[in-house]
């Protein structure tokens, strides 16, 4: 079984700059691709991103291209979001995810969630 624990939300103000960290358990973490989601209240939970499990290949969300990055540590069992230009917008519960190989875009292709991290950003 994995766990995930995603830290480092928080309150900041529309332009700033924040870094998500995600730390997962089990011995198995370089082998599988991570993904990021949020969820807006009153919205379904929305991709962010996702990175393969050696970190050589990354895509994301339109609406984050370009202001967001996702990474990894495979030593640590880490995964990062560093979200840069944030946006009122960008305000959710942020979920790291683990999954098979084709895990995707998709919330239902992931198997194992962290309990999520609050972003509010103020305009």
């Known amino acids: 079984q994995v766990q995930l624990v995603e830290s480092g939300g928080g309150l900041v103000q529309a332009g700033g700059s924040l870094r998500l960290s995600c730390a997962a358990s089990g011995p198995t973490f370089s082998s599988y691709p991570m993904g990021w989601f949020r969820q807006a209240p009153g919205k379904e939970r929305e991709f962010v991103g996702r990175?393969?499990?050696?970190?050589?290949?990354?895509y994301y969300a339109y609406s984050v291209k370009g202001r967001f990055t996702i990474s990894r540590d495979n030593a640590k069992n880490t995964v990062y979001l560093q979200m840069n230009r944030l946006k009122p917008e960008d305000t959710a519960v942020y979920y790291c995810?683990?999954?098979?190989?084709?895990?995707?875009?998709?919330?239902?292709?992931?198997?194992?969630w962290g309990q999520g991290t609050q972003v509010t950003v103020s305009s």
């Open positions: 990175i393969d499990r050696s970190g050589g290949s990354r």
């Open positions: 995810a683990v999954g098979p190989s084709y895990s995707g875009s998709r919330s239902s292709t992931y198997d194992y």
